[in-house]
């Protein structure tokens, strides 16, 4: 049986990971009260003028009435996406400027807060590995690396997809595939010949440092980008890589027999990934068994709404356990 299994920010979530309407207070405590980081200082800025009076942020509870990461996200994209100023403080350039800033924020909030050893992954990968007949396919909506380490413990290799078919990648042996389709703090992205690197270790953090370099394994270029594809209404996956990932991800949900949702919410703004999941599924006429682990009755909710009442759903949080 073909299994593709989508991990969702709930999967990483129960391993420590912050979720995204805690990562503007987490990384306010992490790099501007224990560890001060003058790179972030223009999101504070923001904050502190987002109302029409200025507000001084002395402490992490003043942050408590701001919107979340993605709705500060979704403003200064459609302003840049209108060619829109945002204040006389924040004309374009600024929000550019801003924009960079936030994508550093998760990324260096995810490599500071993610405990190293993530047991439930690695026994979940192990044991879907051990157990099943059919090389699994994985894939997932998080930036982190934690379900890349699970497979490399189990002896694979992690198969992203850049390039080829998703049928090559079931065939080649010591690779299990696993489709980011949002970017990977351990990926580079070369502007000058447009291939990623994928380094064992994460990069993204070290990528928005001046000084450190990441070569591009290809062609040997010092300035290559991170991969994190913004968490806003407007993404843009312009990347051509990444256009074959997203390929490979709908060729395996259009041929799986069974499509395992892990702590994915499946939340309207989602809708590259909703369309994209739907297409799939009408690519191939068969009957396919979905099954959903999560722990919101509202998450739950959702699948109903997008996939019918005929859903396996299990409210609850992800454990590792075999599904
Ligand atoms: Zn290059």
Redesign the pocket.
């Given at each position: 049986m073909k299994t593709v299994y989508v991990f969702g920010a709930g999967a990483s979530a129960a391993e420590g990971a912050p979720v995204l309407r805690d990562f503007i207070k987490i990384a306010y405590q992490f790099f501007k009260e224990e560890d001060y980081n003058a790179e972030l200082d223009i999101v504070w800025e923001f904050l502190e003028n987002f109302y029409d009076t200025k507000m001084d942020l002395s402490c992490v509870e003043d942050l408590k009435i701001f919107p979340g990461l993605e709705e500060i996200f979704n403003i200064v994209d459609w302003s840049l996406l209108q060619n829109q100023a945002f204040s006389i403080r924040f004309p374009r350039p600024r929000l550019h400027e801003l924009k960079t800033a936030l994508v550093k924020l998760i990324s260096m909030t995810l490599d500071k807060s993610l405990p190293s050893y993530n047991g439930r992954h690695q026994s979940f990968v192990s044991g879907v590995v051990r157990g099943g007949e059919e090389v699994p396919t994985f894939i997932s909506l998080n930036y982190d690396i934690v379900l890349d380490n699970a497979i490399r413990a189990t002896g694979y290799l992690p198969e992203y997809g850049f390039y080829g078919s998703h049928r090559d990648h079931l065939d080649c042996g010591r690779g299990i595939p696993l489709y980011k389709l949002h970017g990977s703090l351990n990926w580079s992205y070369?502007?000058?010949?447009?291939?990623i690197?994928e380094h064992n270790e994460k990069v993204a953090h070290l990528l928005f440092k001046d000084k450190l370099t990441i070569t591009?394994?290809?062609?040997?270029?010092d300035h290559?980008q991170a991969i994190i594809i913004a968490p806003t209404l407007y993404k843009s996956y312009d990347f051509n890589r990444l256009q074959n990932i997203w390929d490979c991800a709908a060729t395996s949900i259009a041929l799986c027999d069974r499509l395992v949702f892990i702590g994915y919410s499946l939340a309207p703004a989602d809708t590259s990934i909703i369309a994209t999941v739907k297409r799939a599924l009408n690519m191939v006429n068969k009957r396919r068994e979905i099954v959903v682990i999560n722990p919101s009755e509202k998450a739950c909710q959702r699948y109903q709404q997008i996939f019918g009442a005929g859903c396996r759903i299990q409210c609850h949080k992800f454990t590792g356990e075999l599904i």
């Open positions: 070369c502007p000058l010949c447009g291939e690197s591009c394994l290809n062609c040997g270029s290559s």
